[in-house]
């Protein structure tokens, strides 16, 4: 079994017995894993510490060849969003983002961009950064490294940047906005205004410093639809 070391984000922990727990560590190097930290539990050990919740870690691990768990045999704080313990908001958009890292990505899957931006969103939410934007502007992100990045510019289905005529609505299946005559042809539509839609444009490019309601509960469908189910955490992030 051959060592690995790396560094990652503590997104979920589990307990497995009297002593030990199960951690799932989204790492820069390797993507998803969960290992068994054996005395995990047991206090003051070194995991103890390092395996909170959205705490960065250097970890070494042993990883198994067939089947079982991997082994982490260290474990050591890097870094941790300490903004986060006094703001609610912030938080819980940190529970959210570790959510979508546990929940969307397979094991052994590495998407370096996707773990720097995390990295990123979580140390301006803990500076006290605007959890809505910040939240929004992942969201995009994490669609965007999964291969999802919704078409925002013009109609998914038919192509026109004529988007002013009619309803126009975002579909997860047409992959992006769809025109008013288009969107018919979308079951899973969910319309949007012009307004939103300028929103999430530039969003995109990252200089919007507000989204309001509709772009957070466009967004938050989108995301469901892609995952198959709704965010436990989704229901906690601030809006506007
Ligand atoms: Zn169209």
Request: one cysteine or more.
């Amino acid at each position: 079994m051959p060592a690995e070391k790396a560094t990652g984000i503590v997104v979920r922990t589990t307990d497995w017995s009297e002593t030990s727990r199960i951690a799932t560590i989204w790492t820069r190097e390797l993507g998803k894993v969960s290992v068994l930290a054996k005395g995990g539990r047991r206090l003051k050990s070194n995991f103890e510490v390092a395996l909170d919740l959205l705490t960065v870690c250097g970890i070494v691990l042993l990883r198994k060849s067939s089947g079982g768990l991997d082994l982490l045999t260290e474990a050591q704080v890097v870094e941790r969003f300490a903004g986060l313990r006094t703001n609610l908001p912030a938080l819980y958009a940190g529970y959210y983002i570790a959510e979508l890292l546990g929940e969307g990505t397979q094991d052994y899957d590495p998407h370096p961009k996707l773990f720097d931006s995390s990295l990123d969103t979580l140390r301006k939410l803990s500076a006290g950064g605007d959890p809505s934007a910040l939240v929004a502007g992942y969201e995009l992100e994490w669609l965007a490294e999964l291969g999802l990045k919704p078409i925002l510019d013009r109609c998914a289905h038919c192509g026109t940047q004529r988007l002013d005529t009619g309803m126009i609505a975002m579909s997860p299946m047409a992959g992006g906005v769809v025109c008013g005559p288009c969107g018919k042809e979308f079951n899973d539509r969910r319309t949007v205004s012009m307004d939103g839609l300028v929103c999430l444009n530039e969003l995109v490019m990252g200089e919007h410093p507000a989204v309001g309601r509709e772009v957070r509960e466009v967004l938050g469908f989108y995301i469901s639809s892609v995952l198959g189910r709704r965010p436990r955490m989704l229901n906690f992030i601030a809006v506007g």
